[in-house]
C-alpha cells in the first residue's frame, strides 16, 4: 500500500524543486534563530549562575544551539538537493546520503519537540535551583573579604535592582542573615554586644535591608534600619503601611523572568518545527518522484511521488532489518579482520605441505 500518492510530471517537478529550494533557505534562516535563541538564554543564564543551586536547566539552551547548528547544516544540503534533482547525472550522488539526510531532519523535529517539552517540565528545577542559590547568596552577603565570594555583594545589590526584588521569598529574609560584615561593626559598642549576644549563634542580625532593597519609586525616603519598630520613624506603622521596599522576593522574579523567555520560545520553535516537517515532507516527494522518472528511462516523463511505498508496519519492518543486516555485516567484517592473520598463516602452512608432497623423492 502507497501512503499519500501523487503525480508529477515535469513541470510539477521543477515547481517542487524550486519551492523547496526557498523552503529549506527558509529553515537555514530559522536554524541560525534558534541557535542566537540558545545562546542568549544561555547567556542570561550564566548572568545568574551565582545566585543558582545546579545547571540542569541549561539543558534547553543547549539542545537549541545544537539543534539550530544542525539545522543549518542539514538544510544546506536541502537546498543543493533541490538544485541537482533536476540533472539526471548529478542527482544518483544523493541517493544513499538522503537516507541519512531523512533520518538527522526527523531527529532534529523530535529533539524541538522535546525543548518545548523541557521548557515546561524544568519549572520545578528551576525554582528550586534559585530556592537554593538565592539563599546562599544572600547568606554570604558579608563575605567581600573571602576568596569566591568577593563579588556576591554586587551580584545581589545589582540583582535586586534590576529585577525590583528583595530578599529570597521576600524582604523580611534579611532579618534572619547576618549581612553586615564584622570589619565594620564596632566591637566596643554596648549595642552592638547586646545584638551578639542575644543570639544563640552570636551572629549580628538587625531588622534592616541593604539599600538595593529600596523601592526609588516611593515618596517616602528610604527606611532601612528598624523596619519593625514603630517608634523609630514618625508617622510609621509597621504592621498597616505599605513600606518603601520591594514587596517581590527575588526567586519569584527570576522564575517568572526565566520562564517567560522560555515559553516565548514555545511557538517560535513549533514554527521552525512546522517548517522543517514541511520541508522533511517536500524532499520525499521530491525524491520518490525524481528516482521514478529516472527508473522510466525518461527524465522528462511523468512520475509518482508518495511518501511511503509500503504500510507502516511493512516500512518499519523494512528499515528495522536493513539495520540488523549492516549490524551483521560489521560484525562479520570485524570477526573477519580479527581471524585473517591465524587463517593466513593456516593456509601457508598447506600451501607448504602440498608442494612437499608434490616434489619427487631423489634416488638415493
Not at 34 to 39: H, N, R
Not at 132 to 160: A, H, M, S, W
Not at 194 to 201: A, K, Y
Not at 267 to 283: A, D, N, R, T
Given at each position: 500500500?502507497?501512503?499519500?500518492?501523487?503525480?508529477?510530471?515535469?513541470?510539477?517537478?521543477?515547481?517542487?524543486?524550486?519551492?523547496?529550494?526557498?523552503?529549506?533557505?527558509?529553515?537555514?534562516?530559522?536554524?541560525?534563530?534558534?541557535?542566537?535563541?540558545?545562546?542568549?538564554?544561555?547567556?542570561?543564564?550564566?548572568?545568574?549562575?551565582?545566585?543558582?543551586?545546579?545547571?540542569?536547566?541549561?539543558?534547553?539552551?543547549?539542545?537549541?544551539?545544537?539543534?539550530?547548528?544542525?539545522?543549518?547544516?542539514?538544510?544546506?544540503?536541502?537546498?543543493?538537493?533541490?538544485?541537482?534533482?533536476?540533472?539526471?547525472?548529478?542527482?544518483?550522488?544523493?541517493?544513499?546520503?538522503?537516507?541519512?539526510?531523512?533520518?538527522?531532519?526527523?531527529?532534529?523535529?523530535?529533539?524541538?519537540?522535546?525543548?518545548?517539552?523541557?521548557?515546561?517540565?524544568?519549572?520545578?528545577?528551576?525554582?528550586?535551583?534559585?530556592?537554593?542559590?538565592?539563599?546562599?547568596?544572600?547568606?554570604?552577603?558579608?563575605?567581600?573579604?573571602?576568596?569566591?565570594?568577593?563579588?556576591?555583594?554586587?551580584?545581589?545589590?545589582?540583582?535586586?535592582?534590576?529585577?525590583?526584588?528583595?530578599?529570597?521569598?521576600?524582604?523580611?529574609?534579611w532579618f534572619e542573615v547576618q549581612w553586615v560584615s564584622n570589619r565594620y561593626l564596632d566591637f566596643t559598642s554596648k549595642d552592638v554586644k547586646d545584638r551578639i549576644r542575644s543570639n544563640v549563634?552570636?551572629?549580628?542580625?538587625?531588622?534592616?535591608?541593604?539599600?538595593?532593597?529600596?523601592?526609588?519609586?516611593?515618596?517616602?525616603?528610604?527606611?532601612?534600619?528598624?523596619?519593625?519598630?514603630?517608634?523609630?520613624?514618625y508617622n510609621y506603622e509597621y504592621q498597616s503601611e505599605e513600606l518603601n521596599l520591594y514587596n517581590r522576593g527575588c526567586r519569584q522574579a527570576l522564575i517568572d523572568y526565566y520562564m517567560g523567555l522560555m515559553n516565548s520560545t514555545g511557538p517560535?520553535?513549533?514554527?521552525?518545527?512546522?517548517?522543517?516537517?514541511?520541508?522533511?515532507?517536500?524532499?520525499?516527494?521530491?525524491?520518490?518522484?525524481?528516482?521514478?522518472?529516472?527508473?522510466?528511462?525518461?527524465?522528462?516523463?511523468?512520475?509518482?511521488?508518495?511518501?511511503?511505498?509500503?504500510?507502516?508496519?511493512?516500512?518499519?519492518?523494512?528499515?528495522?532489518?536493513?539495520?540488523?543486516?549492516?549490524?551483521?555485516?560489521?560484525?562479520?567484517?570485524?570477526?573477519?579482520?580479527?581471524?585473517?592473520?591465524?587463517?593466513?598463516?593456516?593456509?601457508?602452512?598447506?600451501?607448504?605441505?602440498?608442494?612437499?608432497?608434490?616434489?619427487?623423492?631423489?634416488?638415493?
Amino acid at each position: 500500500m502507497v501512503l499519500l500518492k501523487m503525480r508529477f510530471t515535469q513541470q510539477r517537478r521543477v515547481r517542487l524543486a524550486q519551492g523547496l529550494w526557498l523552503l529549506s533557505w527558509l529553515a537555514v534562516m530559522c536554524g541560525a534563530f534558534i541557535f542566537c535563541l540558545g545562546v542568549y538564554l544561555k547567556t542570561e543564564l550564566l548572568r545568574r549562575a551565582e545566585v543558582m543551586d545546579n545547571s540542569e536547566i541549561h539543558v534547553v539552551p543547549n539542545i537549541l544551539m545544537m539543534v539550530g547548528l544542525a539545522s543549518i547544516g542539514t538544510n544546506w544540503v536541502a537546498s543543493r538537493v533541490c538544485q541537482d534533482s533536476l540533472d539526471a547525472s548529478r542527482f544518483p550522488r544523493w541517493k544513499l546520503l538522503l537516507l541519512a539526510w531523512f533520518v538527522v531532519a526527523a531527529l532534529l523535529c523530535c529533539l524541538l519537540i522535546a525543548v518545548v517539552v523541557l521548557s515546561y517540565a524544568l519549572q520545578g528545577r528551576l525554582e528550586e535551583s534559585l530556592k537554593v542559590g538565592l539563599r546562599n547568596g544572600i547568606r554570604f552577603y558579608k563575605d567581600t573579604d573571602v576568596p569566591g565570594r568577593c563579588f556576591q555583594k554586587e551580584t545581589i545589590d545589582r540583582l535586586q535592582m534590576e529585577f525590583r526584588c528583595c530578599g529570597n521569598n521576600n524582604f523580611r529574609d534579611w532579618f534572619e542573615v547576618q549581612w553586615v560584615s564584622n570589619r565594620y561593626l564596632d566591637f566596643t559598642s554596648k549595642d552592638v554586644k547586646d545584638r551578639i549576644r542575644s543570639n544563640v549563634d552570636g551572629r549580628y542580625l538587625l531588622d534592616a535591608v541593604p539599600f538595593s532593597c529600596c523601592n526609588p519609586a516611593s515618596t517616602r525616603p528610604c527606611l532601612q534600619y528598624h523596619l519593625t519598630d514603630n517608634r523609630a520613624h514618625y508617622n510609621y506603622e509597621y504592621q498597616s503601611e505599605e513600606l518603601n521596599l520591594y514587596n517581590r522576593g527575588c526567586r519569584q522574579a527570576l522564575i517568572d523572568y526565566y520562564m517567560g523567555l522560555m515559553n516565548s520560545t514555545g511557538p517560535g520553535v513549533l514554527s521552525v518545527i512546522l517548517i522543517q516537517m514541511s520541508v522533511l515532507l517536500s524532499m520525499r516527494y521530491l525524491q520518490t518522484a525524481v528516482e521514478g522518472a529516472m527508473s522510466l528511462e525518461n527524465p522528462e516523463g511523468d512520475s509518482e511521488g508518495y511518501l511511503l511505498e509500503k504500510g507502516m508496519k511493512e516500512t518499519f519492518e523494512e528499515v528495522k532489518g536493513n539495520v540488523l543486516n549492516m549490524l551483521k555485516f560489521g560484525q562479520a567484517d570485524a570477526t573477519a579482520a580479527e581471524v585473517s592473520p591465524e587463517a593466513a598463516d593456516a593456509e601457508k602452512a598447506a600451501d607448504n605441505a602440498t608442494e612437499k608432497a608434490a616434489s619427487p623423492t631423489p634416488a638415493s
